[in-house]
């Protein structure tokens, strides 16, 4: 009897290991996919404000170009608010 009980819970301690292991990689994964998707927002805010530049745009959200960077800028926060529910 004691013996069984010891590989109980031996075996329900693999258990809990495997569950932990599982719950860290699903955060890795969560935290990978959000730095991934704040790059590509980076990258697209930094294009709209070089695009801006260059075409002599308004950056001062006056202009056109100012309008889409904060409406890029709105999508962002939108983004990020979705990935936190």
């Given at each position: 009897?004691?013996?069984?009980?010891?590989?109980?819970?031996?075996?329900?301690?693999?258990?809990?290991?495997?569950?932990?292991?599982?719950?860290?990689?699903?955060?890795?994964?969560?935290?990978?996919?959000?730095?991934?998707?704040?790059?590509?927002?980076?990258?697209?805010?930094?294009?709209?404000?070089?695009?801006?530049?260059?075409?002599?745009?308004?950056?001062?959200?006056?202009?056109?170009?100012?309008?889409r960077l904060g409406h890029l800028a709105a999508d962002l926060v939108k983004a990020d608010r979705n990935a936190w529910r």
């Open positions: 009897m004691q013996a069984e009980i010891a590989r109980l819970e031996a075996t329900a301690a693999g258990h809990r290991a495997d569950l932990e292991r599982e719950r860290l990689m699903a955060e890795v994964l969560r935290a990978t996919a959000e730095a991934s998707a704040a790059k590509e927002m980076t990258a697209l805010l930094e294009g709209s404000l070089r695009a801006g530049v260059q075409a002599g745009g308004s950056i001062d959200g006056r202009g056109r170009a100012g309008s």
